[in-house]
């Protein structure tokens, strides 16, 4: 693996350098790591950054592009227009790239925005791309279909990464011979609802133009916090009567993690079955516990894809009685519908007992095969040859002289503050330099360390190049 100052003394010899913007360091970093491998052995050199620190490690570094996540804030799409204006190309691979509602691809995707910043547009499917093309925003030659790469670790030889049954429930002192039942929660608007928070998603809603992506979004936060109360209490009513099992919660990243926690604590001291063991994790990687679980509950969640992946059989929790918020018909045929706590400890014994029912596979197949464009693990080798394709044949040459030059010093002693502390200058004015800690809304710090990079790398390393 090359080191930095490596990377540096090939820029002498032309090899392009691709920054890559890392938005989530659990969700994203693993599979951008993996990425970076690939690229490395097509000739194109690798640096990461945080997902907002992009541009001016581009700067710094004068590099040949950058690989963003997305162009919904318009400051985004200025930022992205100043380096295509210093030759520095912009690739957009969105973090998500299966809306909820098949009529929010335009808006959450930002397809409707400024897009004529962006070199090339890497979406998972032939959905999302056929709703690009119809906005005119992005031409046929710069979008291209490569699958959904961070599900390549459902697939080897990823997947050797992924922790096993046994080892989670030595963890939780958990009998593995018991199925697990998972449950991961995507309460993620639920703590804006709270008096002493007021204001903030509406700052959210202008950012984003949320209220242009949905209809009614100011009382999202509202309808997420009914949800969120009356799926802990179904939970709590309905696990006394849940077969013999182990039960396992993990929030939302963006959620309130200490309001769910403490939720999970009550519910273990008041339940009474001495069959059934209650948990709960914010640290274990989502993709582990779905390989370990027998059972996958969410709602309208990416999740309940990833887990009909791996086959896994799975719950559509709707506590919300008439209502369409967070509900995708098509999920519902997919899984075992649940209402109510009667519901949920029923559909926990019929998944437990029977798996997923023909029916439901073959809807699940069917959503598959078009939102997730492939089903093969290559997702990731499909964008590594795109992307190495465009840059050793790119005409540009990187020019930042067209960038002020006390913008471009400033650029620097960013990067230099980063390097020095592993990522972590930014962090010292939210109060994260010392110690890991939550913000307002109660979300753990997403943003990746230096450290966090070198742990992924050590990792692949050890199954990809054995």
Known sequence: MKTESQISES???????????????????????????????RGVDTTFCRATHD??????????????????????????HKLRNAGIDVFILPTEGIP?????????????????????????????????????KVSKEAIHVVGPPRFD?????????????????????WDATKPLVFFPTNFSIARYHDPDVEGLFEKEIQLYKFD???????????????????????????????????????????????WEKYRVIQIQSLMTNPH????????????????????????????CIEAWLMAKPTLEIQMLENSNYMRNEEHRYCSYFVTNAEELSKGIVDALSNGATSEMKEHQDAYILEWCGYRDGKSTKRLADKMSRYLHDRKVTTDTNSIPLPERFKAWIKLQAMSKTGFRAAD???????????????????NICLNDIAYWEKKLEKILFR
Request: hydrophobic share 40%; aromatic share 12%; with cysteine.
């Open 11 to 41: 820029r002498k010899s032309k090899r392009p350098l691709l920054v890559i913007a890392v938005d989530h360091k659990w969700r994203d970093l693993p599979g951008l790591v993996y990425l970076s491998f690939l690229l490395r052995e």
């Open 153 to 173: 670790f459902y697939f080897p030889p990823l997947s050797e990464a992924l922790l096993q049954k046994s080892e989670l429930c030595q963890h939780f002192h």
């Open 100 to 136: 909820t509602f098949r009529e929010d691809v335009v808006h959450i995707l930002g397809l409707d925005r400024d897009l004529t910043c962006v070199s090339q547009f890497y979406v998972w499917n032939d959905p999302v791309k056929s709703a690009a093309l119809a906005t005119d």
């Open 276 to 303: 059934v063991k209650i948990g709960y994790t914010d640290q274990i990687m989502i993709w582990d516990i779905i390989n370990c679980a027998d059972l996958v509950g969410g709602r309208s969640c990416t999740t």
């Open 212 to 258: 242009k992506m949905y209809k009614g979004a100011k009382d999202f936060p509202m309808l997420d916090w009914r949800c969120r109360n009356r799926f802990f209490d179904a939970l709590e009513k309905a696990i006394e009567n849940f077969p013999p099992c182990n039960v396992l919660i993990k929030p939302h990243p963006n959620a309130d993690q200490k």
């Open 428 to 446: 010292w004015k939210n109060g994260k330099f010392f110690r890991r800690s939550v913000d307002v809304l109660g979300r753990f710090n997403k």
């Open 55 to 80: 541009t001016y490690t581009a700067i710094a570094k004068q590099a040949d592009a950058v690989l963003g996540i997305h162009v919904l804030a318009k400051n985004m799409a200025e930022r992205y």
